[in-house]
């Protein structure tokens, strides 16, 4: 059974404080793993595609890293702006994606 | 450019009623699916259309039905609600049926009473 699973589920951080969140993943015939952002209210915005293991990309404060069974999304020097749920998807051979439960993280000022 | 608009943003129904959320793709794109989204959860694929076909179907009752117009917009109908089909419901567009970088409306806050 396709499964992504996220911790912690939520996470407290001073400004400036780096961290990591994890999304470790059972997806058979993984296509790709995808990081989202989502506010409260609207809907997920795209961050990262990582296709195979080893690969890494980067945005701002933030860096998407994959190995075979888990993804890791690194925080550097987060702001109170970096704020949000962070969602982790799988996509499947059919097409569509298999998103987490997401990580609630809240930076404090 | 407007991005993925949806409507309404919020409705209320009672159980046994039927409704239509509506959605609009961002320009350029040809592929639309929706999401639903309980509170506290991650997206669950509903299903998706492209060339006014349904291409895939998440695990969702025959209840949840949609539809794609020639213009690329698209319904999202259900009928018989249940309580527990509140939730938001995301209308995302992608340019590639293929592509898992999708492109997210605001979504519809359905409350089933």
């Known amino acids: 059974e396709d499964q992504v699973t996220q911790s912690p589920e939520a996470l407290r951080l001073q400004e400036g404080e780096s961290s990591s969140l994890n999304c470790s993943y059972t997806v058979s015939g993984l296509r790709g793993l995808f990081w989202y952002r989502q506010d409260p209210g609207k809907g997920p915005e795209f961050l990262f595609t990582?296709?195979?293991a080893g690969e890494e990309k980067e945005k701002e404060r933030l860096k998407a890293t994959l190995t075979k069974k888990e993804s890791f999304l690194h925080i550097t020097a987060p702001k109170p702006e970096d704020s949000a749920t962070y969602l982790c998807?799988?996509?499947?051979?059919?097409?569509?994606?298999?998103f987490g439960t997401g990580t609630r993280l809240t930076v404090i000022p | 450019d407007a991005g993925v608009t949806q409507s309404p943003t919020h409705l209320i129904k009672t159980r046994g009623q039927q409704v239509t959320l509506r959605c609009s793709p961002k320009?350029?794109?040809?592929?639309v699916s929706w999401y639903q989204q309980a509170l506290g959860q991650g997206p669950q694929f509903i299903f998706q259309y492209y060339e006014e076909e349904e291409r895939q179907r998440g695990n969702f009752p025959d209840r949840f039905s949609g539809h794609q117009f020639p213009n690329y917009s698209s319904e999202l109908n259900v009928n018989a609600l249940l309580l527990g089909d509140s939730a938001l419901y995301l209308c995302?567009?992608?340019?590639?049926?293929?592509?898992?970088?999708?492109?997210f409306g605001e979504g519809s806050r359905l409350t089933v009473l």
């Open positions: 990582l296709y195979s």
């Open positions: 995302a567009s992608s340019f590639d049926r293929a592509t898992g970088e999708l492109f």
């Open positions: 320009s350029g794109h040809d592929t």
């Open positions: 998807a799988g996509q499947t051979g059919a097409n569509n994606l298999f």
